[in-house]
């Protein structure tokens, strides 16, 4: 048995194998060959095979001092990534102290908006949430495809991304 992408753990030459696969949104195909059958008979067969895990979503970077403009290493990083996944979202979470104003929550949304579709980041795929808590910056998540939807739950250690999945028949499939 040889694997593309994955190599065979345990099981070389009996009737079930354990593969490695090196990278779990890549695809390993793997390919059987039977020795000793008759000339001209079919002796090889190839399947995929692609193991999905709900990776959960990743934070990206943050922003403390929400005057000043995003960090170029962080912008890089988003764009990169947003690249790389092409059917990730970007999840971008305001944090504001209680008693701050709706205009001024507003107008940073709008100036990050304005930043990241700047750099050709498409607008669909940024989701702004607002948390009002007595924490005041910007986080930046990535939610790959399957990972759910997020929501966000305050801890000892402060936001807190936290996954749910709603039943299947309202559930947002993606294509």
Same mark, same amino acid.
């Given at each position: 048995m040889v694997g593309r992408r994955g190599h065979v753990v345990k099981g070389q030459g009996t009737p079930t194998v354990e593969v490695a696969q090196p990278n779990f949104h890549e695809k390993v195909v793997a390919t059987v060959t039977i020795k000793g059958l008759l000339v001209g008979c079919p002796n090889s067969a190839s399947a995929e095979y692609q193991l999905i895990i709900d990776p959960g979503p990743i934070k990206l970077g943050e922003m403390s001092d929400t005057t000043n403009d995003i960090d170029k290493e962080l912008l890089a &990083?988003? &764009? &990169?990534?947003l690249r790389e996944q092409p059917y990730a979202q970007l999840y971008v979470v305001l944090q504001f102290k209680r008693n701050t104003s709706q205009n001024t929550k507003r107008l940073l949304k709008k100036r990050l908006a304005a930043r990241l579709t700047k750099i050709k980041i498409d607008a669909t795929r940024i989701t702004f949430e607002l948390a009002d808590n007595d924490n005041r910056g910007v986080l930046f998540w990535l939610v790959p495809p399957g990972a759910g939807y997020l929501t966000w739950t305050n801890s000892l250690f402060g936001l807190r991304p936290k996954? *749910?999945? %709603? *039943? %299947? *028949?309202?559930r947002e499939i993606r294509q």
């Open positions: &990083k988003i &764009k &990169k990534v996954l *749910s999945f %709603p *039943s %299947p *028949s309202r």
